[in-house]
């Protein structure tokens, strides 16, 4: 398995989060509601690991149909759900810069919880600080586990998806997805 890096924030990282929006874009717009740039990465100031979270909104199963098939198009490899209901994952071409993609239906708790927990992080910098603090040390333990760097995460972002009101019963959900991952 690969080691797990946590960089300090790059002030690049929305600048590849545009360009890989540019590329993408004009081949979904029309299908899709949005493009988001979600993750550590999309957090001024959060240490990441160095790789792109990307969700494009759909507000059907059709139009998700018909944006996985743009995608493939364009080179990425559809990887299903990987047992996250409503998020369809996909493998990047190997031209590309690293980033997740993903296709989400608008109001699944797939995305509720990526946009939650990124503007939460975002209007925190407190929270981003411990947060980026707490992926570091994970990382330096479980430097190859990421099944157990991800485990060590769950809490605290299950915390901070508490306090902005998320229901006991989506915790459990998302509690439950991250395993999976």
Known sequence: MKK?????????????????????WPHIMGQAICIEHVGSTS????????????DIIV????????VIKSLENL?????GDLGIADREAFAQPS????HNLYVCRNGSLAVRNHLALRD??????????????????????HERDMDAYVEGKTKF?????KDSGFTQLELSNI???NKKK
């Open 175 to 177: 509690s439950g997805a």
């Open 95 to 98: 031209t590309l810069s690293d």
């Open 59 to 66: 507000d059907s199963q059709e139009s998700s149909s018909s």
């Open 157 to 161: 972002i299950l915390g901070l998806l």
């Open 4 to 24: 797990i890096i946590i960089r300090d924030y790059d002030p690049a990282w929305p600048s590849m989060f545009d360009s890989l929006c540019r590329f993408i």
């Open 75 to 79: 080179g990425y490899k559809h990887l």
């Open 43 to 54: 957090v001024r100031g959060l240490a990441a690991k160095p790789v792109i979270d990307i």
């Open 120 to 141: 939460i992080l975002r209007s925190r910098p407190d929270s981003a600080v411990e947060y980026g603090e707490l992926k570091k040390k994970l990382a330096r333990r």
